[in-house]
């Protein structure tokens, strides 16, 4: 059974930063590509920085320079370093993996930016 676990949303002030983790099991984690998703309030959830699973990055143009992905392979876990917070980040970010022919998603965590 595939599980994904968000932690580290929180409430910051626009600049302040937030990292979240995502423990994944229930896959051979190292074989995949893991993906942040963030769902705005009133708007559809959107992929916003993915990791393959050699390593290579890729993000959202309005997360570029401010946003870094990354996983352990020992751990099992997938984390997203956000700085430099604008209040537009504000929503949900959910973690997901593509395995077995479906997405699998965490439950989600909660960031909100005030400005």
Not at 2 to 18: D, H, Y
Not at 43 to 71: C, H, M, P, Q, W
Request: glycine share 12%.
């Amino acid at each position: 059974q595939v599980r994904l676990v968000e932690r580290g949303g929180g409430s910051v002030q626009s600049g302040g930063s937030l990292r979240l983790s995502c423990a994944a099991s229930g896959i051979n984690f190292k074989l995949y590509t893991m993906d942040w998703n963030h769902q705005a309030p009133g708007k559809l959830r959107e992929l916003v920085a993915r990791i393959e699973s050699r390593g290579t990055t890729n993000y959202t143009d309005s997360v570029k320079g401010r946003f870094t992905i990354s996983r352990d392979n020992v751990r099992n876990m997938v984390y997203l370093q956000m700085n430099n917070l604008k209040p537009e980040d504000t929503g949900v970010y959910y973690c997901s993996v593509n395995a077995r022919g479906r997405v699998y998603w965490g439950q989600g965590t909660q960031v909100t930016v005030s400005s």
